[in-house]
C-alpha cells in the first residue's frame, strides 16, 4: 500500500510564501501523474496544479502566475511552492498521485493565509 504524507502549511500574511511538500511511503513507486487539490469547507475539491509524465504542468486560474508545482526525480514527490499568497488561498490542501489502475490522497494540510 502507498501513503502520501503532506507537510508545509501554516499560517502566512498576504502576500507571503510556502513550500508545500508531498513524499510517499510504503510501497514507492514512480507516479505517473502527480496533482495539488484544495477545499474549503462547503465547497468542492479544486484542482490547483498537475504535473503530467512528460513533466508538462498545468494550473487552476486563481493560481496561475503565483504557484509552481515541481517533483523529484524519482517521480515519487511532488512539491508546491506558492508565492504571493492571498486570503483566497485559505484551504486545507491535498497532494494525489494516480495513474492507470491506480489513485492516491494525502490526509491533507491546512493553509491560512491572513493578517
Avoid: H
Avoid at 23 to 33: L, Q, W
Avoid at 74 to 85: F, W
Avoid at 89 to 106: N, V
Wanted: glycine share 14%; net charge positive.
Amino acid at each position: 500500500q502507498v501513503q502520501l504524507a503532506e507537510s508545509g502549511g501554516g499560517l502566512v500574511q498576504p502576500g507571503g510564501s510556502l513550500r508545500l511538500s508531498c513524499a510517499a511511503s510504503g510501497r514507492i513507486r514512480s507516479f505517473g501523474y502527480m496533482a495539488w487539490y484544495r477545499q474549503v469547507p462547503g465547497k468542492e475539491r479544486e484542482m490547483v496544479a498537475t504535473i503530467i509524465p512528460s513533466g508538462d504542468t498545468r494550473y487552476g486560474d486563481s493560481v496561475k502566475g503565483r504557484f509552481t508545482i515541481s517533483r523529484n526525480k524519482a517521480q515519487s514527490a511532488v512539491y508546491l511552492q506558492m508565492n504571493n499568497l492571498e486570503p483566497e488561498d485559505t484551504a486545507i490542501y491535498y497532494c494525489k498521485a494516480f495513474g492507470t489502475g491506480y489513485s492516491y490522497w494525502g490526509q491533507g494540510t491546512q493553509v491560512t493565509v491572513s493578517s
